[in-house]
């Protein structure tokens, strides 16, 4: 993420970069503001050691909100590099982009020659091949991508328009290193991973499994009486304890924190392990079977119906 943040700067000669509410891009510091994920689980609202000089070209939105990313452009006019997100949200839990965001964003950065940068390291192939910009049609100018290239061994990457790219160190000025670049055995498992989800039937078979599986907690939760929602795309998915929509990070946070700390521990009892943490998006993969999915819908319906 360094490195795609460092690159959009050069590119356009601006210092500021706009992020999302809830939205978690590394722990790189000048990130670490409303960064979601891990961070909101402890209650932080950044990270103690993060000096304010690292954030101070940091500018914050909250996420579906087209406006307030307009009024930022606005205030700060000729000074934002680049506009960074998920194109899915992960780290705040299952959020999707409203239908007109995703578009709405491009758009706005087009027209104040600013760069778009998808983070998918969560989206990167789960939501289709081609990650999230496949799956919405959104073409980003810059794309940042995380271990799932490397069948989840430690790996990331970042790409992008050519003419942006060959900024990049030793073909441009700016620099780009790192002692594990292209390592071979995560390279060597990152491409037998995208072998294996290129063939026919891999995304139906995702989406088929992760639509019911949220289904299916969902609707044993609301069975208990609990308010629930949830959704998902392919292998991703994600649900809440609260009635919802939740468009972003403030809806979020208004998901049950110790229902969901019940939930979780009454789940591991059971033998299903899931992130421990509301705020983290699931994720389902060829190996898991039907009957996976079924015994994980029994034991929700067993530990909800007790909290």
Not at 31 to 43: N, R
Not at 52 to 59: E, S
Not at 256 to 266: E, T, V
Request: with cysteine; hydrophobic share 40%.
């Amino acid at each position: 993420m360094h490195g795609a943040l460092r690159l959009a700067r050069a590119f356009t000669g601006k210092p500021k970069i706009i992020k999302f509410e809830g939205c978690y891009h590394g722990h790189a510091d000048s990130l670490l503001v409303k960064a979601g994920s891990g961070v909101a689980t402890l209650g932080l609202p950044d990270s103690p050691g993060v000096s304010q000089a690292a954030t101070c070209d940091t500018l914050t939105a909250p996420y579906n909100h087209i406006s307030a990313v307009e009024n930022l452009f606005h205030h700060h006019k000729g000074d934002i590099a680049a506009v960074i997100l998920e194109p899915v949200v992960g780290n705040s839990g299952f959020i999707l982009p409203k239908p007109d965001f995703l578009a709405a964003i491009r758009r706005i950065t087009e027209e104040n020659n600013s760069l778009l940068i998808f983070d998918e390291v969560m989206t990167g192939f789960r939501l289709a091949y081609g990650g999230a910009q496949e799956y919405f049609g959104i073409v980003p100018d810059l794309t940042t991508l995380g271990k799932i290239i490397g069948g989840g061994l430690p790996v990331g990457a970042y790409g992008g328009r050519r003419n942006i790219m060959e900024m990049v160190a030793p073909a441009g000025p700016v620099y780009q290193a790192g002692t594990l670049s292209g390592n071979p055995l995560a390279m060597a498992a990152g491409i037998e991973t995208l072998k294996i989800i290129r063939e026919p039937g891999s995304y139906e078979y995702l989406d088929k499994i992760a639509g019911e599986l949220v289904n299916g907690i969902v609707e044993a939760g609301k069975r208990a009486g609990h308010p629930m929602c949830g959704g998902h795309i392919n292998g991703m998915f994600g649900f809440f304890f609260t009635e919802g929509p939740v468009n972003n990070f403030a809806d979020a946070k208004k998901s049950d924190a110790d229902k969901f700390a019940r939930f979780y521990w009454g789940m591991l009892e059971e033998g299903v392990y899931f992130a421990p943490s509301h705020f983290e998006a699931g994720f389902t993969s060829l190996a898991h079977t039907l009957d996976d999915i079924q015994f994980t819908i029994a034991a929700a319906h067993k530990v909800l119906s007790n909290i």
